[in-house]
């Protein structure tokens, strides 16, 4: 990787080399620390303040500054020459440094040191009294869904108290997969370390023997100076327990390029000014700049500690002014530690060269947050936070690791992307005919609802939680429920699923039992009957976000889809009839109805973890834990080109399909689930899967030849309900009469509706009821 495009070129002050900044300091830091003013050093460039002119500017008026210099007036420039930072408690002009003046003149920070051979190495003086804490309140912390990865919290109990911290990154010595945090989160080995994963907090693994805490800077850095000086590391690695839910996506970034490969032989000033950021579990994104480099935070012992990176706010320099004015404050937050810093590539001075076609570079993981300084913003009167971190190369190569960037992207969440294309995409072949304008709608837009089927066959469809779009069949998955586009549902997870088949103790009763009366199709039914019920493997109360509602969400669309064709609202009509498809693709598949859905809780496994401390755990887990993935992901994917030929063959429309309303959409939802289990009992894929072991080789073709033609026969049921649906919407809004516009939505257009929040909107299933059109209302 050309680490140019990150770093920029030189300046024209190339006399003093990184390695002479470190000469300097070394030789005077006695001298330095022994200020009573001054509170830490590090090497950088020197800054110039705002309101000073540039260069060009100076013989026409221009103005130069004598005032005090702190951080927050001051900034790096390109002419900027290199320069030890002396960080001091106040700022005191040169005058008062004579005789009987406050100060006594040797006190004064010497603006050059000189060095023996004849060096002369500018000093750069910058007021910032150290803070003991920022006044800016920690955001509210978002758990992942399913996977944890970079940017994600990690939890653990540390005497009696909940902890959170930030997880960096995955990495890897060849044989095992760990989780990149600090060593102070981590603790000591074999210590438990947790995440909240779905709203429930899981152990994730251990704390590893791999630790790093701290190391003499020549050790680190050969050939540089840098006496009774340690260099602050303090990484610690988590042993993950089950790899499937932990992925190499960085949040809010996706997949990173290659390491920032940094040492003696290319770690250069050059880096000073450019843009880095990061994600932090409390924070969230963090856009930040590299201030200086070996930061000398602390004297202890006789040692000096420092740390590679300063990293704080953006200045405006070689930055458009729209950008830099649109950049949120920069703050870290407790909570943070552990957050990977991403090197950004240097913008392009005249984008009208880019050649066409040409890919932007990728984010580069630069370092590890362990700590901060707070420090006085004396401009504003506040305090400004800076990240303290270690370069992620150095803790890589002394710990015998490399970055994984490939684990796991973007997994699915559940009955992945495929199943949900291969349902959508087979839609119009199964409509009727009679509706003229629904066909030619649908055809025109069936590539906005789900790719082609030539692309279905072609393609995994990772990452799509991070694209502009997302074909609406996935919408309520990748823009709903766990995308990043901004516009992410807390209540979207209960509409993906139901529980059909678990009995309440008090009768032995399911929801398959009770839905065979219709009165029982009732949203105040179904939340008394999840109070009646517990989780069977916790023993604990179901919460309102683990309350399956899948029938209900069929129930307020079609009734919304209605409206939509009653009142001309062709596009809209046409995201509903998309989203739609999802739910009735997950009422088709037998683990997303079942208490089965992930192994069976009534037949727990209790699994012995083996600590470092010489200390067993017991973690218990459903039996065939990971059937869902293996069923609804491995085998569907593995067969796709099967299914979309089964589909095909969906059997077409007639009149006695079609329903009045979304009650009766509701009653044809729990009839296709009831035909699902008939069909295939979710015993029975638990039983297989636990039969065929752990490895996944062989695994998805020995489920499809036991499962394969009944799962097709399963889709094409979804099939044709969806399709049942779509023209009894249309039917009953009289759309041929009052939808005149059928052509093709844009992709902007349909992602800008399915982004309001009054669009289908999603409820608990303690809400959803007063929302939903009563059958003769």
Request: glycine letters at 10%.
């Amino acid at each position: 990787m050309d680490l140019r495009a990150y770093q920029g070129s030189s300046t024209n002050y190339v006399a003093l080399s990184l390695k002479d900044l470190l000469d300097a300091r070394d030789v005077y830091h006695v001298h330095l620390m022994e200020h009573p003013n001054v509170v830490a050093t590090a090497v950088g460039r020197y800054r110039i303040r705002h309101e000073d002119s540039w260069p060009d500017e100076r013989g026409t008026g221009g103005h130069h500054g004598t005032g005090e210099r702190t951080l927050e007036n001051s900034e790096v420039r390109p002419y900027s020459w290199p320069a030890v930072l002396v960080f001091v408690e106040q700022w005191v002009e040169p005058e008062e440094f004579s005789a009987g003046r406050r100060y006594d003149p040797d006190q004064i920070v010497p603006k050059t040191l000189y060095l023996p051979d004849g060096r002369r190495v500018p000093v750069c003086v910058i007021r910032a009294p150290r803070q003991l804490r920022t006044d800016v309140a920690a955001t509210a912390i978002r758990y992942p869904l399913n996977n944890i990865g970079g940017g994600y919290p990690v939890v653990l109990d540390v005497q009696g108290r909940e902890h959170v911290a930030t997880l960096a990154c995955l990495v890897s010595d060849g044989h095992k997969v760990y989780g990149l945090t600090n060593r102070h989160v981590t603790g000591e080995p074999g210590e438990v370390v947790s995440a909240r994963l779905g709203g429930r907090l899981q152990r994730i693994g251990v704390s590893a023997a791999k630790q790093l805490t701290r190391i003499p800077f020549t050790d680190l850095y050969p050939g540089w100076p840098g006496r009774h000086v340690y260099v602050n590391l303090d990484v610690g690695l988590i042993e993950a327990d089950d790899l499937d839910v932990w992925t190499a996506q960085v949040r809010e970034t996706g997949t990173v390029g290659p390491l920032a490969d940094f040492s003696v032989n290319n770690l250069s000033l050059s880096l000073i000014g450019c843009d880095v950021r990061g994600y932090g579990s409390t924070s969230g994104m963090m856009l930040g700049e590299i201030h200086a480099l070996f930061y000398r935070y602390k004297s202890q012992g006789g040692f000096e500690y420092v740390a590679d990176f300063m990293i704080g706010p953006r200045t405006a320099v070689d930055r458009d002014p729209r950008e830099y004015a649109d950049t949120q404050p920069f703050i870290t937050r407790p909570g943070d530690s552990g957050t990977l810093w991403l090197l950004e590539p240097k913008p392009k001075k005249d984008a009208t060269d880019t050649r066409k076609g040409e890919v932007e570079p990728p984010l580069l993981p630069l370092a590890v947050q362990w700590g901060a300084h707070v420090l006085g913003a004396p401009e504003a009167g506040e305090r400004q936070t800076y990240a303290l971190a270690t370069c992620l190369s150095s803790v890589c190569g002394l710990l015998g690791v490399d970055l994984v960037r490939d684990w796991n992207l973007d997994q699915p969440d559940t009955w992945g992307a495929i199943g949900h294309f291969s349902i959508a995409s087979s839609i119009v072949g199964a409509l009727s005919g009679r509706f003229d304008k629904l066909g030619q709608l649908m055809r025109n837009n069936l590539l906005l609802m789900s790719p082609n089927t030539d692309t279905i066959l072609k393609t995994e469809f990772k990452g799509m939680g991070d694209d502009a779009f997302v074909p609406l069949a996935d919408v309520p998955d990748f823009f709903w429920k766990h995308g990043k586009q901004g516009f992410t549902r807390g209540l979207e997870g209960p509409n993906h699923f139901a529980d059909m088949d678990q009995k309440r103790p008090g009768d032995g009763k399911d929801l398959l039992a009770l839905t065979k009366d219709p009165k029982n199709i009732d949203a105040d039914v179904w939340d008394k009957f999840y109070e009646s019920v517990r989780d069977i493997l916790t023993d604990e109360k179901i919460q309102q976000k683990h309350r399956g509602l899948l029938p209900f969400r069929v129930w307020q669309i079609v009734d919304e889809m209605i409206e939509f064709a009653r009142n001309g609202k062709a596009a809209e009509f046409v995201c509903a009839a998309g989203v739609l498809a999802h739910y009735v693709g997950d009422a088709c598949q037998p683990l997303h109805i079942s208490y089965l859905h992930d192994g069976d809780p009534e037949q727990p496994v209790t699994r012995t973890v083996h600590k470092r401390d010489g200390t067993d755990e017991k973690v218990a887990e459903p039996l065939g834990k990971g059937v869902h993935a293996a069923y609804e992901d491995e085998m569907v994917s593995a067969k796709r080109r099967d299914i979309l030929a089964g589909l095909a063959k969906t059997r077409q429309v007639k009149d006695g399909d079609l329903v009045k309303n979304g009650f009766e959409a509701a009653q044809r939802t729990i009839e296709l689930m009831r035909d699902t289990f008939r069909r295939i009992p979710p015993s029975d894929i638990v039983e297989a899967f636990v039969e065929h072991g752990k490895g996944k080789k062989g695994r998805a073709e020995s489920l499809w030849k036991e499962f394969g033609e009944e799962t097709i026969a399963c889709m094409q049921n979804g099939t044709h309900l969806l399709a049942s649906l779509w023209e009894s919407a249309w039917k009953e809004g009289q759309g041929e009469q009052n939808v005149h516009a059928v052509d093709a939505l844009t992709e902007r257009k349909a992602m800008a509706i399915c982004a309001r929040k009054t669009f289908l909107p999603s409820y608990s299933i303690g809400e959803i009821g007063a929302k939903l059109k009563k059958p003769g209302a």
